[in-house]
């Protein structure tokens, strides 16, 4: 089975701070993602990278940026965190690039920006 | 900009009893589409992936359909149990390689 690993369940950080947020994945996939869930808002997308060392910008990447040294590993880093920023922070992986293989997602991060 | 909407948001059943949930959208080029269960405070979980070129999907209780189109996809739950009890959200690839997806059904089964 394919096992996506976010490093924290639960973060509580202050406005300001530089928060760093992990996702690893242990299936050798090209393809990670960050996205970030609010109610009523759904899902969306904030970066995703293909390969490593490579990057895209999603809708939301205002205030966040990634980084990727490693293939199974992807960062996602709040520059100064605000309040606006306390969500529900999803990981996900697939494989390919034009292959039609599902996404697997983590455990999700509860960000809590005080 | 690709629109996804499920229908209902919200939906109590009794145990037992069969249902559908529905998805919808508005642009029909799309990769494929996939259905994802998520418990409370959870991350999500694969249970269907159908590709563009394929009309059904089955596993187990779980049957899910792709009607390209009319922009719909239907997620069938036979004999629901109390444990289906979850949000089911729907997402769609499109020419990109992430997801878009819609706002989820919240399903609660009652024993």
């Known amino acids: 089975d394919v096992k996506v690993t976010q490093s924290s369940r639960y973060l509580v950080k202050r406005t300001g701070e530089k928060v760093f947020l992990e996702c690893v994945q242990d299936?050798?996939?090209?393809?990670m993602f960050w996205y970030r869930q609010d109610p009523g808002l759904g899902l969306r997308l904030i970066y995703f990278?293909?390969?490593?060392?490579?990057?895209e910008k999603g809708d939301i990447p205002e205030g966040y940026s990634v980084s990727r040294e490693k293939k199974e590993r992807f960062s996602l880093i709040l520059e100064s965190a605000s309040t606006n920023q306390t969500s529900m922070y999803l990981c996900?992986?697939?494989?390919?690039?034009?292959?039609?293989?599902?996404?697997?997602f983590g455990d999700g991060t509860r960000l809590s920006i005080l | 900009k690709q629109e996804v909407t499920q229908i209902p948001a919200a939906l109590s059943v009794p145990e037992g009893e069969n249902l559908v949930l529905n998805c919808s959208f508005t642009?029909?080029?799309?990769?494929?589409l996939q259905w994802f269960r998520q418990d409370p405070g959870k991350g999500l979980t694969s249970l269907l992936l159908?590709?563009?070129?394929?009309r059904e999907q089955t596993s187990g209780r779980l049957n899910a359909s792709l009607d390209k189109s009319s922009g719909r996809s239907t997620l069938y739950i036979a004999a629901s149990q109390p444990g289906d009890s979850a949000t089911y959200l729907c997402?769609?690839?499109?020419?990109?390689?992430?997801?878009?997806f819609g706002s989820g059904t919240r399903l609660q089964v009652q024993p």
């Open positions: 642009d029909s080029a799309i990769y494929n």
């Open positions: 159908i590709q563009s070129s394929q």
């Open positions: 997402a769609l690839r499109e020419g990109r390689r992430a997801l878009t």
């Open positions: 299936m050798d996939h090209e393809n």
């Open positions: 990278s293909y390969d490593v060392k490579m990057k």
């Open positions: 996900a992986s697939s494989s390919g690039t034009y292959s039609n293989q599902p996404q697997h």
